[in-house]
Antibody, heavy 117, light 110 residues
Framework: QVHLVESGGGVVQPGRSLRLSCAAS????????MQWVRQAPGKGLEWVAV????????YYADSVKGRFTISRDNSKNTLYLQMNSLRIEDTAVYYC??????????WGQGTLVTVSS | QAGLTQPPSVSKGLRQTATLTCTGN????????AAWLQQHQGHPPKLLSY???NRPSEISGRFSASRSGNTASLTITGLQPEDEADYYC???????????FGGGTKLTVL
């Protein structure tokens, strides 16, 4: 049974950093691309970043490019999102989701990041 | 990141048919089609369909997707109370090299 569990969310001041983790189980993690999607309170879904199965390719939304870094440790079955220079508008629930070949087929429950002074 | 266009809300009666639309361009919806996701309040999204009408095995046949040019559609037949949710479309954009989402459609079952 596929399981994705995000962690690392919390309250952080603008300009500070936070690292999110997504622990995967129930499938061969190293065979799948993975991604992060966020949802601001009361708003729609916004794609954040995707990383290839081997970590060699990464793509980012313009809104986070240069501030966020997606990475993975296949030996630990874990996906990460390093978020630097956080802004108030980064406040959202952050979901990890499995990617290719079937996009968005499994999602975690999400972790809430609140950027506030 | 330019998004896809979805109507904000659709209302239909119980057991009726609802068709939700999602308009993009040749670089996204017109490229590989769209994925459709359903989200109930307080829950993560759930995949209904991808690349037009590929449906995960656990998804009811009442949900079907299609595409015409740069517009994708999700048709839900025999509407049930549990179908009341937010529906999002998404597509890979070959120009932006990223996924784009629609703003979501809130489906109300009367």
């Amino acid at each position: 049974q596929v399981h994705l569990v995000e962690s690392g969310g919390g309250v952080v001041q603008p300009g500070r950093s936070l690292r999110l983790s997504c622990a995967a189980s129930g499938f061969t993690f190293s065979s799948y691309a993975m991604q992060w999607v966020r949802q601001a309170p009361g708003k729609g879904l916004e794609w954040v970043a995707v990383i290839s199965f081997d970590g060699n390719k990464e793509y980012y939304a313009d809104s986070v490019k240069g501030r966020f870094t997606i990475s993975r440790d296949n030996s630990k079955n874990t996906l990460y999102l390093q978020m630097n220079s956080l802004r108030i508008e980064d406040t959202a629930v952050y979901y990890c989701a499995r990617e290719d070949p079937t996009p968005f087929d499994y999602w975690g429950q999400g972790t809430l990041v609140t950027v506030s002074s | 990141q330019a998004g896809l266009t979805q109507p904000p809300s659709v209302s239909k009666g119980l057991r009726q048919t609802a068709t939700l639309t999602c308009t993009g361009n040749i670089n996204n919806v017109g490229y590989q089609g769209a994925a459709w996701l359903q989200q109930h309040q307080g829950h993560p999204p759930k995949l209904l369909s991808y690349r037009n009408n590929n449906r995960p095995s656990e998804i009811s046949g009442r949900f079907s997707a299609s595409r015409s040019g740069n517009t994708a559609s999700l048709t839900i037949t025999g509407l049930q109370p549990e179908d009341e949710a937010d529906y999002y479309c998404s597509a890979w954009d070959s120009s932006l090299r990223g996924w784009v989402f629609g703003g979501g459609t809130k489906l109300t079952v009367l």
